[in-house]
């Protein structure tokens, strides 16, 4: 075992392709509400695109009501939300339900971390609400010691009266313990990662860190002294989904949750998530080129 006592794993493009699932998801909102307010495709990406930017989400739930395609009607948000929000809303849940799936290897691989006793953390620039919602659809919440996340965001003034209470039970919660940590701590800061191992008492040594941004998450493994184990699988994204995105994300939320295409390479790469077992094992393992900033521990 090496002498590891957790895995930390980054969530979008490492666990499940975040990409396929927004794009068609996204599109099918948008479709519906073409239909619904007979508004071309380009005034409402537009409207929602400017909402996506202040929020930095394209996950945020109440975009349409706070686009100004709700301005016009905004004296009877009743009406709005039964015959525009509701089937968009619809929409996009019906292509989240298609498309949202783990990658091959991820159930195996955190079935196999937890059977050689290791701790499973989680540690996402994505929102809380949206990171919540995703493990918990995946049924995936439970596998998790702990979720690290960037702050939610609260229900809006305009919103239906049911979500408001689901939201008051907790019904959007996932199962297992959610960290906000500050903006500040965005990758490639490693100030999320150096809250993980105080927050469990490991040692940079103990930990192995997988994330599919090359640029991003392995300079905070690199930083801190833990094992970065390179997700490759999860920058594959065709451009024909790239330009789709770009259509209706922020540029700041594709930054976020899009690895860049990029020349860099990182020497420990899985190009499957179970490969992590043989990296705990000892069957897989590449000498990274011993770097000043690194301290953890080596093979």
Known sequence: MSGFRAVVTDLDNT??????????????MVASLESTTGLPRIRIVQSLKAVYTKYESNEYPFAIQESDIFQPYERDFDSFNRLVVDPARRAFKAARERYLRPYPGVLEGLAGIRQRGLRILALT?????????????LGMDRL????????????????DPAIRKRQALGHYRSATRVCELPREAEKPSPDGLRRVLADFDLSPGEVI???????????????????????????????????????????????????????????????????????????????????????????
């Open 15 to 28: 666990l499940y392709p975040w990409v396929d699932y927004i794009v068609p998801s996204l599109e099918a």
């Open 209 to 299: 860190y997988v994330g599919d941004n090359v640029l991003k998450d392995m300079p905070i493994a690199e930083a801190v002294g833990a094992t970065g184990v390179w997700a490759e699988y999860g920058t594959y994204v065709s451009n024909e989904y790239r330009e789709r995105l770009a259509v209706i994300s922020a540029k700041a939320v594709t930054r976020r949750h899009v690895a860049e295409e990029s020349p860099a390479r990182w020497p420990l790469a899985i190009s499957n998530f179970a490969q992590v077992l043989d990296v705990l094992d000892g069957l897989r393992w590449t000498r990274p080129a011993r770097r000043k900033a690194a301290r953890g521990r080596r093979r």
């Open 144 to 159: 998790f010691d702990a979720v690290y996340t960037l702050p939610g965001y609260a229900l809006p003034e305009n919103v």
């Open 125 to 137: 620039d994505a929102p809380r609400n949206a990171a919540e919602l995703r493990l918990k659809w």
